[in-house]
């Protein structure tokens, strides 16, 4: 069996060689399309980018956040808005007239002469039109609602708590846009740890290229080990090159998430993590409950949907008002005299029907209705909350575990690697045991990488189901 695996491979390395490279005892110089790109040993402080920057970025300019943030401005003027139906409207209004005779035919004796003229008295004239006059009215009130029902408090009060949901919903608007570049963040960085793993173990591939050949012409060793050796090699590079391709989606993806362009430069802080939680479940599931922004709208929305069954209920209660006018007209007759006359007014005004068709009632019940559908949903999501703040730990607890596991496969193949190695070098061991415990050892930081990552989103996660921002839980 292990003949016959060895004569596969030999054929599976020939096909991917050419018959000229697959007897050569030179190390193959990597396809430059393959071969790895070494990123600057010290970042660029002009690109270096924390996971708290790229959070302050994207909230900053995300169009959720704006959104939310256009919102707010336009429910506190809803409460400017409300507020003024409570108070004194003053209003002023004027007009100007100007009243000319037309005269058709023989012109009429407004001289007086005789005594048989108008002249002698112009406001019969004016009154008669054969005079002009010039008219200026102007008209002051002042209004004031006394009494509606408790209608404008109340529609104080709803516009407030409007504006508490507004600002719920802009809070969580930040927590899903700094979870979403979280999780971006996180796989970009490990990407880049994966590239590096690549690296290390397309060096160890290398090197085992060479002690084939340094075997070979010693005459210790076979052909075929070089063979194995550049086989290894050629699927590292292979394997870096994608997963190169794959940490350059990554960053775009970042960005993107950020709201900048795809490929605006940048390095990660490879010490990125999520710091622990300190609280145990139980005080956690009290925590999410009173802290998440999800379950305050809804509670908010409970709330207004009573607050506006009250208001459709009182909608039938008597409105009072005071009016008080001042009113000036001044009529001028060109060429007589002047008639002014100013008047104050007082009024008091009330306007209560009695009777709607039961349509108050009814509009009552339905805004009750919506208070029941509200508390019905909001029981829905308080249970929701409990069993993903529940599954949370569940899984943070089991990346903890795949952690340490993977950390001791770490350990244990580097010694099986450190084995074989010497035992290659001495002559007792076969290039695939090398080769083997390469592969293993790669695997196993692989699946560490894979392991940290989840660690730290799942705990983002849990910030987020718990209703806590997460940029004061980053270092």
Avoid: C
């Avoid at 409570?86 to 012109?107: E, H, N, T």
């Avoid at 909001?378 to 575990?401: G, M, P």
């Avoid at 002559?427 to 415990?437: E, L, R, Y």
Wanted: net charge neutral; aromatic share 6%; no cysteine.
């Amino acid at each position: 069996m292990k003949r016959a695996s060895l004569l596969g491979l030999i054929a599976m390395t020939s096909l991917g060689l050419g018959t000229g490279a697959a007897f050569s005892a030179e190390t193959p110089a990597p396809t430059p399309s393959l071969a790895p790109v070494t990123p600057p040993v010290n970042p660029s402080p002009q690109y270096f980018l924390t996971l708290t920057e790229a959070i302050d970025v994207a909230i900053g300019g995300h169009y959720d956040v704006l959104m939310a943030q256009e919102k707010i401005k336009d429910a506190h003027l809803q409460i400017t808005e409300t507020s003024a139906q409570g108070l004194p409207q003053l209003s002023l209004s004027a007009s100007y007239g100007r009243q000319d005779p037309i005269r058709l035919g023989s012109a009429s004796d407004t001289s007086g002469s005789g005594g048989s003229g108008f002249g002698s008295n112009p406001q019969l004239a004016a009154f008669l039109g054969l005079a002009s006059v010039n008219t200026f009215q102007s008209r002051l009130t002042l209004s004031q609602l006394l009494f509606a029902g408790f209608r404008v408090v109340d529609g104080v009060r709803l516009a407030q708590i409007n504006v508490n949901l507004m600002e719920e919903s802009l809070r969580l608007a930040r927590q899903n846009v700094a979870y979403q570049v979280t999780n971006a963040y996180f796989g970009a960085l490990r990407n880049w740890e994966v590239v590096q793993i690549d690296k290390e173990s397309l060096e160890q591939a290398r090197e085992q290229v060479r002690l084939a050949e340094a075997r070979v012409k010693a005459g210790t060793g076979v052909k075929l080990e070089i063979l194995q050796a550049q086989s290894q090699v050629i699927q590292i590079q292979q394997r870096l090159s994608q997963d190169l391709g794959n940490y350059q989606k990554a960053k775009m993806n970042l960005n993107l998430a950020m709201g900048r362009e795809a490929d605006f430069p940048m390095e990660l802080n490879q010490q990125a993590s999520v710091v622990d939680l300190d609280k145990q479940e139980s005080e956690s599931l009290q925590l999410a409950l009173g802290n998440r922004s999800e379950v305050k709208q809804l509670a908010l929305q409970k709330e207004m949907s009573e607050l506006n069954a009250t208001i459709q209920g009182r909608s039938i209660w008597p409105t009072v008002s005071a009016q008080v006018v001042y009113s000036l007209q001044d009529n001028q007759v060109i060429g007589g005299n002047t008639n002014n006359v100013q008047n104050m007014n007082y009024t008091l005004n009330m306007n209560w029907p009695i009777f709607d068709g039961l349509a108050a009632n009814a509009k009552a019940q339905r805004a009750q209705e919506s208070a029941t559908q509200a508390q019905i949903n909001l029981d829905q999501l308080r249970q929701r909350v409990l069993v993903e703040v529940k599954q949370a730990y569940l899984d943070i607890q089991e990346a903890r575990e795949r952690m340490l596991m993977a950390k001791a496969g770490v350990q244990v193949a580097q010694e099986n690697l450190r084995v074989a190695q010497v035992s290659y070098r001495e002559g007792v061991g076969i290039s695939m045991d090398v080769i083997n415990a390469q592969i293993t050892m790669l695997q196993a930081k692989n699946s560490l990488i894979t392991a940290r990552f989840d660690l730290n989103t799942r705990l983002a996660k849990l910030y987020q189901s718990l209703g806590l921002d997460i940029l004061n839980r980053l270092r």
